[in-house]
């Protein structure tokens, strides 16, 4: 499916966004993604993982991708089985000759609340100032 998404949009310049059916547990889910320019966000629910979120970029030499969950179990699951999927990854995107995939796992709602405290701030402590 991710072999899908990357060979749409590696055709330039040219932004290209969708949603895909995913089949989990009796029923279809949606897997929205967007991209451009060697960069694609994925997001999209499991029934037994919650909302993931996957941003993807790419350049010459690398892949980084970043995953957002929800689940701390499955996050601590993943963050100690890391070699196990940076070797899946790995696989996955044989080709995409890269020499290096780096992954990274965040967990969505702490990243969420920082950038709400953040915007909070901004928004309370900005001035707006115009001179005529």
């Given at each position: ?42 997001s999209?629910e ?38 196990i ?48």
């Amino acid at each position: 499916m991710i072999e899908l998404i990357l060979k749409s949009y590696e055709k330039g310049d040219e932004t290209v966004y969708g949603e895909l059916a995913f089949y989990d547990e009796n029923k279809f889910s949606p897997i929205n993604y967007i991209g451009n320019n060697n960069s694609l966000i994925l997001s999209f629910e499991l029934s037994n993982l919650g909302i993931i979120d996957i941003l993807a970029k790419s350049d010459q030499k690398s892949i980084s991708i970043s995953i957002f969950l929800e689940n701390e179990d499955i996050l601590k699951a993943l963050r100690e089985n890391y070699e196990i999927l940076d070797m899946q990854l790995e696989k996955a995107l044989t080709s995409y000759e890269k020499s290096t995939i780096s992954i990274n796992l965040y967990n969505r709602r702490e990243i969420l609340k920082n950038l709400i405290e953040i915007n909070s701030y901004y928004a309370n402590n900005s001035k707006f100032d115009i001179k005529v």
